[in-house]
């Protein structure tokens, strides 16, 4: 076997090596921590927003930057022009997500996607996700536009 051989071989494993690397953090790794996202932070905020309990899910899953950039004030009446457009949420559902490798680094976030269902229209929301001191609590939300572009919101 000649040199040009062997290094066609070994760049072939390479990528291999990366791939499976890829498919093994996502599943293995990434996976895991999205659905505890989802099952531990999204869904109960969420559901607190759906009984219009805004100061508990405020208070208990907004990080303190998300609170210095949004007042309670701000928030809630951000809630309140929404159900007027749009009526009362009704139901919410998950649609993509993204994540980082590691949760080392402090530019390390999640954006949750999810569809809202209100009375009279639906909505996307994204949410940023991060964690801090030890939990993971909502940074930042935006609206997903039609053309996949994101407008700062309160959600």
Do not use: C
């Amino acid at each position: 076997m000649d040199l040009k051989n062997i290094l066609i071989i070994f760049l072939v494993l390479i990528v291999l090596g990366g791939f499976f690397t890829a498919i093994y953090m996502r599943l293995f790794v990434m996976e895991p921590r999205i659905k505890k996202i989802k099952n531990g932070l999204i869904t109960p905020y969420l559901e607190l927003v759906r009984k219009e309990e805004f100061k508990q899910a405020y208070n208990q899953y907004t990080s303190k930057i998300y609170q210095t950039r949004i007042s309670f004030d701000e928030y809630l009446r951000f809630y309140k022009e929404e159900e007027l457009k749009y009526g009362h949420l009704q139901s919410f559902e998950f649609t993509k997500d993204s994540s980082p490798f590691t949760e080392n680094r402090e530019s390390d976030l999640y954006q949750i996607v999810v569809r809202l269902q209100f009375e009279k229209d639906w909505e996307s929301a994204v949410f940023e996700v991060k964690k801090q001191n030890g939990s993971y609590q909502i940074n930042g939300s935006y609206t997903e536009n039609q053309d996949d572009s994101l407008t700062a919101s309160s959600w």
